[in-house]
């Protein structure tokens, strides 16, 4: 949980001040290491769950201040977006029926958000990027209105010094820029935390670092972003993209992101990790100090190092070190956020067993780590879990090369298992959550396939839109019957889906694959795509993409109809016949306006046109399909 009161209207006093602090946080904690005040000898574990808030069209909901005002419990709490929310469990001892116990409480708490998202006429879901997002929903209106979250889009905008931008590709491609940090909210994990001993944390952060690759193979859940089928977890790419302030020409040089993997394996102490973010990461945000650390531990008390955690939260690699204070105790633990939210609360519970059995296993079974594998191994090996889940190859240790599933069934999940019953985890928590990784592996189906092949079997004719609402809904229905992802059916069809919602704005069912030309195309080329494409409308656009005009098939029959000769005279181009004023609407256009506007300006077409640039096109033909449908199911009552 972060802080949300931060320091705003900065000046560089404020800034020397923070500074100060928490140089002063990073050497208290360096006594406190030396002088054995970090608490030893304890193992827990514990949990973050975000989650989107949806509305009664599985679209994003902006009622996250409203429904934790209403919901009154302090385990749920804020993120950067309205439509997103945080629970907070309740660490448990890693002992005995931890799992189910953290299990149980999930359940709990997600039980008393839904309820209350209830009362706004709205529900929420567990998915790693929600499938109906849109562009349009990013904006700084549904941004939470807290000093934190403007102070953090505000100062990684200004260190940026120009637009974000977005360039993912798997089976499609994506490419957009933004102007602000809220793509950062298209992304909800399950963060899972792990004590450990300030001794062992050098050994145990490495060997975090090797098994998050495997684990997270078996739990990719991200595959759709903005309708384009991108990476198996595409959380990974967007969130590195959507939190990227490095400037030009820190870029050029390579300077590493305040997301990503990290370059190196650890070889010290957490001082080394904490040492590299200060020294390679300006503060984003401040906060007025505390009272001086070391002041506080001559009285026998246990500094906050208020100023040294808000900068650790402006830093998000995918394992990261975190400094905690229970009951007046110090602690280390290493907090894993690559994990995704969903597909459902016992999935979520199995990824995070697995991943805490080998935490506990492998240091004894490969003993240093970093002497049995390359770091560049380990950090490709997460970026191919990323990109294709179970279907990824892994370099493993003593340079044996394995894939993904072979790896995880044969090798790592009896190792986790060893590892839970050394903890003396009951043997019931250790078969009912290890064997649903054993059974998804097996089948080969996580999340991120079965939306996929969902997907790809929903052939339904009518806009995408319906595609992915009827992909949510059913996510939805499947996560509160609360089964394993393994053995959901594929959705085979939408017939009997509410269509009518996927037709309430132009961006829903607006043709984006598009043919277009260039004013100094020749006519005959115009004339060729039309024909080739079965199309009576083609835009024009310059080399930016923005649209200077558009090419009718009206306006090639006036020309044919004119007699004009081109024969041994200059060719013509489209420049010359295109209409250089076209109507056009957004992508957020209600339906009803676009097709009055068709209507009264008696036009065919109508260019979608999203901040200057072309991003899509809606025809008469789009109406007459959705007019089919109405008359369809009219005439069949």
């Given at each position: 949980?972060?802080v949300?009161?931060?320091?705003e209207?900065?000046?560089?006093s404020?800034?020397?001040?923070y ?11 360096a006594?406190?290491?030396r002088?054995?005040?970090i608490q030893s ?19 994003p ?6 429904i934790?005002e ?8 804020t ?6 929310l ?15 116990l953290?299990?149980q409480e999930?359940?709990e708490?997600?039980a008393k ?6 009362e ?9 990027i929600?499938?109906t997002?849109k ?17 953090l889009?505000?100062a ?15 089976l499609d491609?994506?490419?957009?820029t933004?102007?602000?940090m809220m ?6 994990c399950?963060?899972v ?18 098994i998050?690759a ?10 759709l ?13 967007l969130?590195?993209?959507s939190?990227d ?5 820190q870029?050029?040089?390579s300077?590493?992101t ?6 190196q394996w650890l070889?010290?102490?957490?001082i080394e990790?904490?040492?590299d973010?200060?020294a390679?990461?300006?503060p984003?945000m401040?906060?007025r100090?505390d009272?001086?650390p070391?002041q506080?531990?001559?009285r ?7 100023a040294?955690r808000?900068?650790?939260g402006t ?5 990261r ?8 105790v110090?602690h280390?633990?290493i907090?894993?956020r690559?994990l995704?939210s969903g597909?459902?609360t016992i ?22 780590i970093?002497?049995r ?11 191919a879990?990323a990109?294709?889940?179970l ?6 240790i ?12 044969d ?13 003396a985890?009951?043997?019931s ?9 054993d059974?998804?592996v097996?089948?080969g189906?996580t ?21 992915y ?8 229905q ?17 017939e ?8 309430q ?12 030309l260039?004013?100094?195309d ?13 199309i009576?409308h ?5 080399d ?8 009718t098939?009206?306006?090639l029959?006036?020309?044919l109809s004119?007699?004009i ?5 200059k ?7 295109m209409k250089?004023?076209p109507?056009?609407?957004?992508s ?5 306006e676009?097709?009055?506007l ?5 036009v ?7 901040q200057g640039q072309?991003v899509g096109?809606v025809t ?7 007019s089919?449908?109405l008359?369809k199911?009219?005439l069949?009552?």
């Amino acid at each position: 949980m972060g802080v949300h009161f931060v320091e705003e209207n900065l000046d560089e006093s404020k800034l020397h001040e923070y500074m100060q602090a928490l140089l002063a946080d990073l050497r208290a904690l360096a006594f406190m290491l030396r002088q054995g005040c970090i608490q030893s000898g304890v193992r827990r574990i514990g949990a973050e769950q975000e989650m989107f808030i949806v509305d009664r069209n599985l679209r994003p909901a902006p009622l996250a201040m409203e429904i934790l005002e209403r919901a009154g419990d302090k385990r749920l709490t804020t993120e950067m977006a309205r439509f997103n929310l945080e629970a907070n469990l309740t660490p448990q001892d890693l002992t005995g029926r931890c799992f189910d116990l953290m299990h149980q409480e999930l359940e709990e708490v997600l039980a008393k958000a839904r309820l209350t998202a209830n009362e706004f006429g709205a529900d929420v879901l567990l998915a790693g990027i929600l499938p109906t997002l849109k562009v349009s929903d990013l904006t700084l209106a549904n941004l939470t209105p807290l000093p934190r979250y403007h102070e953090l889009n505000r100062a990684q905008t200004q260190l940026r010094g120009g637009p974000f931008s977005i360039h993912i590709k798997g089976l499609d491609e994506l490419q957009l820029t933004h102007d602000n940090m809220m793509m950062e909210s298209c992304n909800t994990c399950f963060q899972v935390h792990f004590q450990v001993n300030p001794a062992d944390f050098v050994g145990t952060f490495n060997i975090a670092q090797a098994i998050t690759a495997p684990v997270l193979a078996a739990a990719v859940n991200s595959p759709l972003l903005f309708g384009h089928r991108l990476w198996q977890e595409t959380r990974l790419a967007l969130f590195q993209h959507s939190a990227d302030s490095r400037s030009r020409t820190q870029t050029s040089r390579s300077q590493p992101t305040r997301v990503g993997f990290g370059e190196q394996w650890l070889h010290h102490s957490v001082i080394e990790l904490l040492h590299d973010q200060i020294a390679r990461f300006r503060p984003i945000m401040i906060i007025r100090p505390d009272e001086d650390p070391m002041q506080v531990l001559v009285r026998g008390k246990v500094p906050l190092l208020s100023a040294l955690r808000l900068h650790n939260g402006t830093v998000w690699p995918w394992n990261r070190a975190c400094y905690g204070v229970d009951n007046g105790v110090a602690h280390l633990r290493i907090e894993n956020r690559a994990l995704p939210s969903g597909p459902t609360t016992i999935d979520e519970i199995a990824n995070a067993a697995f991943f805490i059995g080998l935490m506990l296993s492998l240091p004894s079974e490969y003993g240093d780590i970093s002497k049995r594998m390359d770091f560049d191994d380990a950090k490709e090996n997460f970026f191919a879990a990323a990109r294709h889940g179970l279907h990824a190859q892994f370099n493993w240790i003593d340079g044996k090369s394995y894939p993904a599933c072979t790896l995880i069934r044969d090798h790592l999940l009896p190792l986790a298992r060893q590892g839970l019953e050394s903890a003396a985890v009951d043997a019931s928590d250790i078969d009912k959550y290890l064997n649903i990784i054993d059974a998804r592996v097996e089948s080969g189906q996580t999340g991120a396939q079965w939306m996929l092949k969902s997907l790809a079997a929903t052939t339904d004719p009518g806009p995408k839109d319906l595609r992915y609402r009827v992909l949510t809904s059913t996510m939805l229905q499947r996560q509160t019957e609360g089964d394993p992802v393994h053995t959901w059916p594929i959705i085979e069809a939408t017939e009997n889906a509410d269509w009518r919602q996927s037709y309430q704005t132009v961006g829903q069912f607006m043709a984006t694959d598009l043919f277009t030309l260039r004013a100094d195309d020749l006519v005959d080329l115009a004339a060729s795509v039309m024909d080739w494409r079965h199309i009576r409308h083609v835009p024009v656009e310059d080399d930016q993409g923005r649209l200077v005009g558009l090419v009718t098939h009206r306006a090639l029959l006036r020309l044919l109809s004119r007699g004009i000769e081109t024969q041994n005279t200059k060719p013509l181009t489209v420049r010359e016949i295109m209409k250089t004023d076209p109507v056009t609407v957004t992508s957020t256009t209600p339906t009803l306006e676009a097709m009055e506007l068709m209507r009264g300006n008696k036009v065919g077409c109508l260019p979608v046109v999203d901040q200057g640039q072309l991003v899509g096109i809606v025809t008469s033909y789009d109406f007459l399909n959705a007019s089919a449908r109405l008359f369809k199911e009219q005439l069949s009552a």
